[in-house]
């Protein structure tokens, strides 16, 4: 495992600009604007959240206390879940850095699925008379999550958190993390606020009065033509931040598909199986043979640690702007890369193969067989023969051995997977993203290198250099040193693979010549 992190850490030590900045008191404008700042950050123990904690406590090592609203879970109190995420390897920089960090994480005990988060009165006082700036990153990013709790999450914390803001009295910035798809049912998204389909206190009181049941039944009427629930309530969300949000230092970020970190603080950390890395780890293991996806359609990939970045980034321009003219107005980012670096999906599974090829897996379960196909018929087609099928088989196998049975229900979360995504893999998102551009014009040089978001110097084949090896370690918990086992795994599954396919074709030659012997 040591060898495996090695490999990650690999040029990972701070940007000379970094270095030379941190060892003088003179600090750039983004780090004098988080010094002696109080913040307040929701969504910290989730995939963002952790990234943003951890850039700000070492590219912002002035800043005063990061409040993070976390809530019990499984047993475990707030103090235990924060203690369990700063041990985490994404803070081993951090660490080495900045040893004396942690006085600086105090945790709020609240739950955004809530209301008024689930704050208590002495954290709430707290919380007013302390915090200058605030990241709403918090969500629920299940595309299927039932409307009442994505309602409450995405929507009814927004409006809570902002009605909170409004009463701090020392308040810069508030940033709101949306998605670059909150409009996806637009031709063009532009940098603008969009008439909501619903109006979100409608939305709320219709989703707090009507009971669950009743909602799930009337759930696709409401959506209209909006694909998920995670698209629609992003979408109100931001009706919620137009209205509530005014007279406010509040700025908007929509990133778009955001996988794993590109650089910092390790090369390819990721700890989900959300969209485009769900698919290559489901492809990398043999699971998954096919997606219903136009292989020629932009992914929009943004690596984690880049939306951070900006968001810190976006943050400051907020705040000073405000600074200067109190009525600038609502702000919003589009952070997405089909304009300034695109990548197709072909090009994504293609460099994911290319470099997983030569690390692949212990735990995978056949050889590498996967294709991308815009004909859902096709998709259909191939998924009844190359995961129906095979799964019923192997399950009858399991349960003739005393064995419990598992493919079937496996593949039935992985149709439902591609099912859920296929309408975003399937079309093109046109954007008009003109403000991050503008923002890096106002960056110092040395901003611009210690909160790094340009997209247009982000490097896809160093990303992918490092992208299989992440989420061999990171995802799949598959250690370095299980390479050369899995590479003669992986040799026996070549043949096993090229085993089948022979006696598919040969069985399928026997049939059409009885067949033709039949007819004629």
């Given at each position: 495992m040591d060898n495996l992190k090695d490999t990650l850490h690999m040029d990972n030590s701070p940007l000379p600009e970094l270095n030379s900045e941190l060892d003088q008191k003179c600090l750039t404008p983004i780090q004098e604007f988080y010094k002696d700042a109080n913040i307040f950050i929701t969504g910290s123990t989730g995939f963002l959240g952790q990234i943003l904690v951890e850039k700000l406590l070492r590219s912002c090592k002035d800043v005063s206390t990061l409040y993070l609203l976390v809530r019990n879970k499984k047993g475990k109190n707030i103090h235990t879940r924060i203690e369990e995420i700063l041990d985490d390897t994404i803070f081993d920089r951090l660490r080495k850095e900045c040893p004396k960090f942690r006085h600086k994480v105090?945790?709020?005990?609240?739950?955004?699925?809530?209301?008024?988060?689930?704050?208590?009165?002495?954290?709430?006082?707290?919380?007013?008379?302390?915090?200058?700036?605030?990241?709403?990153?918090?969500?629920?990013?299940?595309?299927?999550?039932?409307?009442?709790?994505?309602?409450?999450?995405?929507?009814?914390?927004?409006?809570?958190?902002?009605?909170?803001?409004?009463?701090?009295?020392?308040?810069?910035?508030?940033?709101?993390?949306?998605?670059?798809?909150?409009?996806?049912?637009?031709?063009?998204?532009?940098?603008?606020?969009?008439?909501?389909?619903?109006?979100?206190?409608?939305?709320?009181?219709?989703?707090?009065?009507?009971?669950?049941?009743?909602?799930?039944?009337?759930?696709?009427?409401?959506?209209?033509?909006?694909?998920?629930?995670?698209?629609?309530?992003?979408?109100?969300?931001?009706?919620?931040?137009?209205?509530?949000?005014?007279?406010?230092?509040?700025?908007?970020?929509?990133?778009?598909?955001?996988?794993?970190?590109?650089?910092?603080?390790?090369?390819?950390?990721?700890?989900?199986?959300?969209?485009?890395?769900?698919?290559?780890?489901?492809?990398?293991?043999?699971?998954?043979k096919v997606l219903y996806c136009d292989k020629d359609c932009v992914a929009n990939l943004v690596p984690v640690d880049m939306v951070v970045n900006s968001i810190i980034a976006t943050a400051w321009e907020i705040g000073t702007e405000f600074q200067k003219d109190k009525n600038s107005g609502i702000k919003i980012y589009n952070y997405e890369s089909s304009n300034d670096n695109p990548i197709t999906w072909e090009h994504y599974m293609a460099k994911s193969y290319h470099y997983g090829i030569n690390t692949p897996s212990a735990k995978a379960i056949w050889y590498y067989s996967f294709f991308l196909t815009k004909s859902r018929l096709h998709y259909l087609f191939t998924i009844f023969f190359l995961h129906t099928v095979p799964a019923f088989l192997i399950d009858g196998v399991l349960m003739c051995i005393g064995k419990s049975p598992k493919m079937v229900k496996a593949y039935s979360k992985i149709h439902k997977f591609g099912d859920v995504i296929a309408y975003f893999s399937t079309r093109n998102f046109p954007f008009r993203?003109?403000?991050?551009?503008?923002?890096?014009?106002?960056?110092?040089?040395?901003?611009?290198?210690?909160?790094?978001?340009?997209?247009?110097?982000?490097?896809?084949?160093?990303?992918?250099?490092?992208?299989?090896?992440g989420v061999r370690i990171y995802l799949l918990q598959d250690p370095m040193d299980t390479v050369d086992e899995a590479r003669k795994r992986w040799n026996r599954l070549y043949w096993a693979h090229q085993t089948v396919k022979a006696v598919l074709v040969y069985l399928l030659l026997r049939t059409l010549w009885s067949i033709y012997l039949c007819i004629f």
């Open positions: 105090v945790g709020i005990a609240g739950d955004c699925n809530l209301p008024d988060l689930g704050l208590s009165i002495e954290d709430r006082k707290l919380l007013i008379d302390k915090v200058n700036v605030v990241f709403h990153v918090a969500a629920t990013v299940r595309f299927d999550e039932k409307l009442k709790t994505a309602v409450a999450i995405n929507v009814r914390a927004g409006r809570d958190l902002l009605q909170l803001a409004r009463e701090m009295k020392n308040l810069k910035s508030y940033i709101h993390v949306s998605t670059a798809f909150s409009n996806c049912t637009a031709d063009l998204t532009e940098e603008k606020f969009y008439e909501p389909v619903v109006d979100y206190k409608k939305v709320m009181m219709m989703a707090e009065a009507l009971p669950e049941r009743m909602l799930d039944k009337i759930t696709p009427v409401i959506l209209d033509k909006f694909p998920n629930t995670y698209a629609f309530t992003k979408n109100v969300a931001e009706d919620v931040v137009r209205e509530e949000g005014v007279g406010l230092p509040v700025g908007i970020l929509r990133p778009s598909v955001v996988v794993s970190t590109y650089k910092e603080p390790v090369h390819a950390w990721i700890n989900n199986m959300y969209g485009a890395t769900g698919v290559f780890a489901g492809a990398a293991v043999g699971l998954l993203s003109e403000n991050i551009r503008k923002m890096l014009t106002k960056m110092s040089p040395q901003d611009r290198s210690i909160f790094f978001c340009d997209l247009k110097e982000l490097d896809w084949e160093e990303f992918f250099k490092y992208y299989a090896r």
